[in-house]
């Protein structure tokens, strides 16, 4: 089973009264586009978007929503926030069925894919660039890095 994590994209720095509040800039919105197109061209598919419901997160998840149309739709979970302890979500995962994609906020995504790779919340061994999107396979009893994208790595608008 697969389940892809993801940091939001860039988001607006300043503005808006409440961190919450921040929505994605142009940046944030054409990374996160062009890492969901490549996606949707390799054939990736989700049963569910879940994402943490801050604004940032919600625009990445809408727009991986658009390009994968998850037949679970794209919904608002608790967990997933900056500050949110990892453990939880990571005894829950293995029990999945359908591949899921999470989308939320650093430290919380490196801390998971740390404890899934490593048994160990720290030491990050996977950095999350806003938009990074990692696919994680869960296969006897064992978390295994498959692939992940950046926007670096799909590059700019255009090309």
């Not at 940091?7 to 969901?36: N, Q, W």
């Not at 938009?131 to 700019?156: D, F, H, N, Q």
């Amino acid at each position: 089973m697969r389940v892809y994590l993801v940091r939001h994209g860039k988001a607006a720095r300043s503005g808006y009264a409440h961190d919450a509040d921040r929505p994605l800039t142009e940046r944030g919105r054409a990374d996160v586009e062009r890492i969901a197109r490549r996606m949707a061209k390799a054939g990736i598919a989700v049963h569910q978007i879940r994402h943490s419901g801050m604004v940032r997160a919600r625009e990445t998840a809408e727009i991986f929503g658009r390009a994968l149309n998850p037949p679970g739709g794209v919904v608002a979970v608790s967990g997933l926030l900056y500050g949110d302890p990892v453990e939880p979500l990571a005894r829950a995962l293995p029990h999945e069925t359908d591949p899921v994609m999470y989308v939320g906020h650093n430290p919380f995504m490196e801390e998971l894919a740390s404890l899934l790779l490593t048994g160990q919340n720290s030491g990050r061994p996977v950095w999350f660039t806003t938009s990074g999107t990692l696919c994680l396979e869960y296969e006897a009893g064992t978390w295994s890095m498959r692939w992940m994208l950046t926007p670096e790595i799909v590059g700019k608008a255009g090309q």
